[in-house]
């Protein structure tokens, strides 16, 4: 189940990320080639992710599955004493991952959720490690300002990604969303849905650039039968 971070924790990235963005110092032209090549990696992370997730297999035989075929409301008490059942006994990790395939058939679900508990996860795990790190290796290493931006843009579209995965399944997004969809910088919804339809390409949810290099491995793993059809469901 996705929270939001603690505010103390956000506070911490964010102060950290501006301290970043000053160590780059003043900015040059190599800024624009270094946060297109980040914003690909972020892409190709993003896409990554959502593969291992949709793919992996749930622990069986703790009732994820009953939660999965669920068949009545989410919000009543029964559904909600169930779940809180369930996540007593499995990690962090299960959790995201068993919320990746729950997606599939309710993707509308992800698109309502705000969206400081879309990225809270995110920045917990991932993006303050990141962030404090660069402060640390930009003090101690002469890094190029060049490569300190694009280390941000890589970190700030990693921390967005399942922000723009939701953006994805709603309509009324603000509007810096629909900005960097008509420049290119983010996928469209009639993209995404080519993922659904299928579960087997387009796995990046950022910009989608990535997507192309994504199917391939993905093909590539499926045929080494490192991804099974059988990790799309809980048992």
Same mark, same amino acid.
Request: glycine fraction near 6%; hydrophobic fraction near 45%.
């Given at each position: 189940?996705?929270?939001?971070?603690?505010?103390?924790?956000?506070?911490?990235?964010?102060?950290?990320?501006?301290?970043?963005?000053?160590?780059?110092?003043?900015?040059?032209?190599?800024?624009?080639?270094?946060?297109?090549?980040?914003?690909?990696?972020?892409?190709?992370?993003?896409?990554?992710?959502?593969?291992?997730?949709?793919?992996?297999?749930?622990?069986?035989? %703790?009732?994820?599955?009953?939660?999965?075929?669920?068949?009545?409301?989410?919000?009543?008490?029964?559904?909600?004493? #169930?779940?809180?059942?369930?996540?007593?006994?499995?990690?962090?990790?299960?959790?995201?991952?068993?919320?990746?395939?729950?997606?599939?058939?309710?993707?509308?679900?992800?698109?309502?959720?705000?969206?400081?508990?879309?990225?809270?996860?995110?920045?917990?795990?991932?993006?303050?490690?990141?962030?404090?790190?660069?402060?640390?290796?930009?003090?101690?290493?002469?890094?190029?300002?060049?490569?300190?931006?694009?280390?941000?843009?890589? %970190?700030?579209?990693?921390?967005?990604?399942?922000?723009?995965?939701?953006?994805?399944?709603?309509?009324?997004?603000?509007? %810096?969303?629909?900005?960097?969809?008509?420049?290119?910088?983010?996928?469209?919804?009639?993209?995404?849905?080519?993922?659904?339809?299928? #579960?087997?390409?387009?796995?990046?949810?950022?910009?989608?650039?990535?997507?192309?290099? %994504?199917?391939? #491995?993905?093909?590539?793993?499926?045929?080494?039968?490192?991804?099974?059809?059988?990790?799309?469901?809980?048992?």
């Amino acid at each position: 189940m996705m929270k939001a971070a603690p505010w103390p924790v956000t506070a911490l990235f964010l102060a950290s990320m501006a301290f970043n963005l000053w160590l780059a110092g003043a900015p040059d032209w190599l800024w624009a080639p270094a946060a297109l090549a980040a914003w690909y990696v972020a892409d190709l992370l993003s896409g990554l992710t959502h593969m291992y997730m949709d793919y992996r297999p749930c622990t069986p035989g %703790i009732g994820l599955d009953r939660l999965y075929f669920y068949p009545g409301s989410r919000e009543s008490e029964d559904y909600l004493s #169930l779940r809180d059942s369930i996540w007593r006994k499995i990690g962090p990790l299960e959790k995201l991952v068993y919320d990746f395939k729950n997606h599939h058939p309710r993707p509308e679900a992800l698109g309502r959720r705000p969206m400081l508990m879309q990225i809270g996860s995110t920045i917990i795990f991932v993006a303050l490690p990141a962030s404090l790190a660069l402060n640390l290796t930009a003090l101690l290493l002469p890094l190029s300002g060049w490569f300190t931006f694009g280390a941000v843009v890589l %970190i700030i579209g990693g921390t967005f990604a399942q922000y723009f995965h939701g953006t994805l399944h709603r309509e009324d997004n603000p509007a %810096i969303v629909r900005a960097m969809r008509a420049v290119g910088l983010l996928m469209t919804p009639r993209a995404h849905q080519l993922h659904h339809d299928t #579960l087997t390409r387009d796995f990046a949810t950022n910009s989608g650039w990535s997507n192309p290099v %994504i199917n391939r #491995l993905f093909a590539f793993a499926t045929r080494r039968r490192w991804l099974t059809d059988t990790g799309l469901i809980p048992e």
